[in-house]
């Protein structure tokens, strides 16, 4: 693919910004484009654009913003190709993982289309008969958006869907690792000249400069899908004014596999997902509980499955894993598993860097799969890569507790056939999102965590309600 490079979309138009930042393709470790990163400047006048496009965006008509989300929608499939093969390029993704990855903004763009008709107002009755009393939602004014490399344009969709139907308008800081296809996406809103100053993409990895977005008070909303550490932070810097959040942060999801569950079939389902993205995704399977009498079947299972995997961007018999997304990264996770090992962990599949002779460039790791305790430091923090530590559990062992002694609580996983043991779990995990006998996520589906995993909703006709402000209005109609 010929390198490109691209800017940030401001007003409406295309902004040259200031330094030449270069961007890696993790499979290659070549680069596959560039970007001129903001200024100050660049991130004052989208404030201001915001602002000034939110007077009009949010008094025009339902029907009119809903062409203008199936505009796009239509000129984002035109090029549905170029824009897929962008994000292979910047993130090393399989084509099925970038595929996917890519359809959910136009599902995102569907869905909230969709939705928006469907809040309807409320009548509150009086209990004296003299009032009418009714609710109407209000958008909340310019969202300010900061998005993970991982999934850039399902990222994208998740805050850009429901800011257009809601009638808000915002500023989207794309990841510094993954910009160019979000970018490409920019061009194409300046291609169809997308009302002017709705939707602002700026380009940039200097964190305190883009701190001009969190403090000042022209945005309603601050909104984030990124690590705990970096959501406090958020908070922090924009404690400027009264604002409302909604954050998408860390997890650490565990698994419960319990003995009247076929443990084959678990060790299928988990493996898949906590392989999918090479482990780098929130609700990735982190710490699989397996009860000791299908243990061994799980093991089994996990590492036949797990050595079905191949690499790079050569055919394969089964499943393709990418690349981790840094070289930083990929040295941490590897010294994980060598920090989990120095502990009293047991190794049984992978651990290291993919052989030379099977991937001579990228930052390609094996699957992992570990027998450990689980207060190994490797089960008490997020791994965000293709390891899966698998702990053994007992009849007398509460392992819901167990599950529950974290701070993060986005997503956890469950496996059984026990109606009663559903219940307690669902009722007693502390997860946002339980998933019982297989994973599955949806745009229908409200997604957000419990305790530091953050706060609001992404998905769902959930996060479209966060984007309103609701207006209690009374009416005297007698005496």
């Known amino acids: 693919m010929k390198q490109r490079v691209f800017h940030s979309y401001v007003g409406g138009e295309l902004v040259s910004g200031g330094e030449l930042k270069l961007v890696e393709n993790p499979a290659t470790e070549g680069c596959c484009g560039g970007y001129t990163a903001y200024t100050a400047e660049i991130l004052d006048r989208a404030l201001g654009e915001a602002r000034r496009a939110f007077a009009v965006w949010s008094r025009l008509g339902l029907d009119e913003r809903l062409r203008w989300m199936r505009v796009l929608r239509e000129a984002l499939e035109e090029r549905r190709e170029e824009i897929i093969g962008l994000l292979v390029a910047e993130t090393g993704k399989p084509l099925d993982n970038a595929e996917y990855d890519y359809g959910m903004l136009p599902a995102c763009l569907d869905f909230f289309a969709a939705e928006a008709p469907r809040l309807h107002g ?10 009418v009393h009714h609710l109407i939602r209000h958008p909340v004014g310019v969202v300010v958006g900061f998005l993970a490399w991982n999934f850039p344009l399902l990222n994208l969709g998740y805050k850009l869907g429901p800011v257009l139907a809601s009638g808000c308008t915002c500023i989207l800081k794309p990841s510094r690792n993954t910009p160019l296809a979000t970018a490409l996406v920019g061009e194409i809103l300046a291609s169809i000249g997308f009302p002017r100053g709705v939707v602002n993409l700026v380009l940039g990895e200097d964190r305190e400069l883009a701190d001009r977005l969190l403090s000042s008070e022209i945005p309603a909303m601050i909104t984030m899908i990124g690590s705990t550490e970096a959501g406090c932070g958020l908070v922090r810097a924009s404690a400027t004014s009264v604002k409302r959040y909604s954050l998408e942060l860390g997890g650490n999801a565990p698994v419960i596999v319990y003995p009247d569950f076929d443990a ?6 988990v493996v898949a997902l906590k392989l999918a993205n090479t482990g780098q995704v929130c609700v990735s399977p982190n710490r699989c509980f397996v009860h000791r009498r299908g243990l061994d079947a799980f093991l089994d299972r996990a ?5 079905g995997y191949h690499f790079g961007s050569g055919p394969g018999p089964g499943p393709r894993l990418g690349p981790v997304m840094t070289k930083g990264h990929l040295e941490e996770l590897l010294a994980k598993v060598r920090q989990a090992v120095a502990a009293g962990a047991t ?12 991937c001579p460039v990228g930052h390609y790791m094996e699957p992992t799969l570990m027998l450990c305790d689980r207060e190994l430091e490797i089960c008490r923090t997020e791994i965000f890569g293709p390891i899966l530590p698998v702990i053994p559990f007992d009849d007398g062992d509460d392992v819901v507790a167990w599950a529950n002694d974290c701070p993060h609580g986005l997503a956890a996983y469950v496996f059984t056939d026990s109606l009663e043991r559903e219940h307690r779990c669902a009722a007693d995990l502390e997860y946002g999102s339980i998933c019982i006998n297989e994973p599955y996520y949806s745009v229908e589906l409200p997604h957000g965590g419990l305790k530091q995993s953050g706060m609001g909703k992404d998905c769902s006709h959930l996060s479209l309600e966060e984007y309103f402000d609701v207006k209690r209005v009374t009416t005297r109609v007698r005496d």
């Open 122 to 131: 409320e009548i509150i009755p009086d209990r004296s008969g003299r009032y």
């Open 264 to 269: 084959g079939l678990a060790a299928d389902r």
């Open 303 to 307: 590492r036949s499955v797990m050595s």
């Open 347 to 358: 190794l049984l599949h992978g651990g290291g860097r993919v052989p030379a002779e099977v």
